[in-house]
């Protein structure tokens, strides 16, 4: 994988603020190459050292690796979540 393109994604994921999230799609277009699918192996493969947890799926549902702890992390940064533990879109942006 582009070293630049890992760069660029994770770079865009520390400015997402606490209380906020994006999506996998978001950071794709904003990078400007890729898609949803390659921001999220640069997750998998990199995205230890950022907030990882704020970025989830288009849908609302949070990141399922890490053992589940994305809810618990999105809660303790204030995101408004659904009682199923989705992300409310109001957060996302």
Not at 24 to 30: E, P, V
Not at 74 to 92: F, I
Request: hydrophobic residues 40%; proline residues 6%.
């Amino acid at each position: 994988m582009d070293e630049e393109y890992v760069e660029a994604v994770l770079a865009l994921v520390e400015q997402v603020p606490a209380g906020r999230v994006t999506t996998y799609g978001a950071l794709a277009r904003a990078v400007g190459t890729g898609g949803p699918r390659q921001v999220g192996r640069v997750m998998a493969l990199h995205g230890d050292a950022v907030p990882w947890w704020r970025v989830v799926h288009a849908d609302g549902r949070p990141a399922t690796c890490h053992g589940g702890t994305a809810v618990e992390r999105l809660r303790e940064d204030g995101v408004p979540l659904t009682p199923r533990g989705w992300v409310e879109r109001s957060a996302v942006g």
